[in-house]
């Protein structure tokens, strides 16, 4: 059938705009996808940022002026414990795991950063300045006293004596308050003097004296439903 040359004209201007439209739908589509996968993505950031223990909070000021920041653990912290495991002094990882000790294994660096954060808590201290780690504190519940848990502290050896383990200590109570535990234990080498005068500055229990430990228990000042 033969159409008038403007009546082609029409129809093609017809075909173009609905082309048209449908382009425009497929690109307002695709902005849509887009917005809603960089919400999630933000959303996803945030959460990971705040951490169970809430915001991030502020940098905190140590007795000597310096910064540090503290957050809980996560999984993709195990390069960060490495490297501070790493600038240890052989005394201090004596210390921490009452024996000789070259590094972490890929099992340990694993362990210590798939965190519950419910059962196991651990808080990581960052140098504000370049972002290394300098501290760490964590709490592991005691399977058979689910009020209880035992605590673990290690402060890289340049940031010691400035405070940062009683800060840590503070924050870690806090949590596991939140969690129900009332009752902090802490086995000690018989001649840490730092840990069992931090301890004992905050009023812990010598509760077992063995050769080379000592076992302390620290009850916590709980206030709320997370620990009536």
């Given amino acids: 059938m033969f159409l008038p040359p403007d009546?082609?004209?029409?129809?093609?201007r017809e075909r173009q705009a609905t082309m048209l439209a449908e382009a425009e739908s497929d690109r307002r589509a695709r902005q849509a996808r887009l917005a809603a996968r960089q919400v999630r993505r933000a959303g996803r950031q945030a959460r990971r940022a705040a951490g169970p223990a809430g915001p991030v909070r502020p940098p905190v000021?140590?007795?000597?002026?310096?910064l540090v920041?503290?957050?809980?653990v996560q999984e993709g912290d195990a390069p960060l414990l490495a490297d501070g495991f790493g600038r240890l002094s052989a005394e201090s990882r004596w210390m921490r795991f009452l024996m000789a000790k070259q590094e972490l294994s890929p099992s340990e660096l694993?362990?210590?950063?798939?965190?519950d954060h419910h059962d196991h808590e651990a808080l990581g201290a960052l140098d504000h300045g370049d972002g290394r780690g300098v501290a760490i504190a964590r709490y592991i519940r005691h399977p058979a006293e689910p009020d209880?848990?035992?605590?673990?502290?290690?402060?890289i050896d340049d940031w010691q004596r400035r405070g940062l383990g009683t800060e840590l200590l503070?924050?870690?109570a806090d949590r596991a308050c939140q969690e129900g535990i009332r009752r902090f234990t802490a086995?000690?080498?018989a001649d840490n003097a730092a840990m069992s005068g931090l301890l004992d500055s905050l009023r812990a229990d010598l509760v077992r004296w063995e050769s080379d430990t000592l076992t302390y228990e620290l009850t916590l000042?709980?206030?709320?439903?997370g620990c009536a």
């Fill in 69 to 72: 920041l503290i957050r809980p």
């Fill in 170 to 172: 503070g924050r870690l």
């Fill in 7 to 12: 009546m082609l004209a029409g129809i093609a």
């Fill in 61 to 66: 000021i140590l007795r000597d002026g310096s």
């Fill in 187 to 189: 086995l000690v080498a």
């Fill in 110 to 115: 694993r362990y210590f950063t798939s965190v």
């Fill in 148 to 155: 209880a848990a035992e605590i673990a502290l290690t402060v």
């Fill in 221 to 225: 000042g709980c206030a709320g439903p």
